[in-house]
T-cell receptor, first 111, second 116 residues
């Protein structure tokens, strides 16, 4: 099937350390979306990447789409306690508007 | 602007009971979907709709029915509840169908459902 692998599953970091989560697909992606879900909350859209090799930044967050459009990454510089939550990538089935979510990376930031 | 509204927020059912989870959006979004979220499983797509009168199955449709009679509403029905359907259910909507560029999904706050 059209699986989306996301690693790592969990990550604990000290406040101020960097964090990266990776999203890998066996098929070429038309686009990829990233979401953040705070504990007890609902997923909130962060960004969408469409172009091969695309890099987008939101303050301390850097999103990258691989050249082959089969993988993506989210990097957080100098984590803060407000970054705690689970980060999901989501890809659409080719030619449809169905979205498949990765299993997520749960980030814990230790103060 | 309310966004995506889900009701109820919590529900406990007995095995075999039926119920409907409500979802409404006020953003005139064409695309709506239902997901379930289980620990360690991420979000799995149950059913989705690309417009009023049009629905289709997602990854895990068995045991659930949907309909889309209006643009605003997309209820999810559990026909005969089973313990395996204990989960958190999220409804989402997005603007984009036919825009050529998929749009971000806006999620409701979720319904926490327990089946005994």
């Amino acid at each position: 099937g059209q699986q989306v692998m996301q690693i790592p599953q969990y990550q604990h970091v000290q406040e101020g350390e960097d964090f990266t989560t990776y999203c890998n697909s066996s098929t070429t992606l038309s686009n990829i979306q990233w979401y953040k879900q705070r504990p007890g909350g609902h997923p909130v859209f962060l960004i969408q990447l469409v172009k091969s090799g695309e890099v987008k930044k939101q303050k301390r967050l850097t999103f990258q789409f691989g050249e082959a459009k089969k993988n993506s990454s989210l990097h957080i510089t100098a984590t803060q306690t407000t970054d705690v939550g689970t980060y999901f990538c989501a890809k659409s089935y080719s030619g449809t508007y169905k979205y498949i979510f990765g299993t997520g990376t749960r980030l814990k930031v230790l103060a | 602007n309310a966004g995506v509204t889900q009701t109820p927020k919590f529900q406990v059912l007995k095995t075999g009971q039926s119920m409907t989870l409500q979802c409404a959006q006020d953003m005139n979004h064409e695309y709506m979907s239902w997901y379930r979220q289980d620990p360690g499983m991420g979000l799995r797509l149950i059913h989705y709709s690309v417009g009023a009168g049009i629905t289709d199955q997602g990854e895990v449709p068995n045991g659930y029915n949907v309909s889309r009679s209006t643009t605003e509403d997309f209820p999810l029905r559990l026909l005969s509840a089973a313990p395996s359907q204990t989960s958190v259910y999220f409804c989402a909507s997005s603007l984009g169908v036919g825009t050529g560029d998929n749009q971000p999904q806006h999620f409701g706050d979720g319904t926490r459902l327990s089946i005994l």
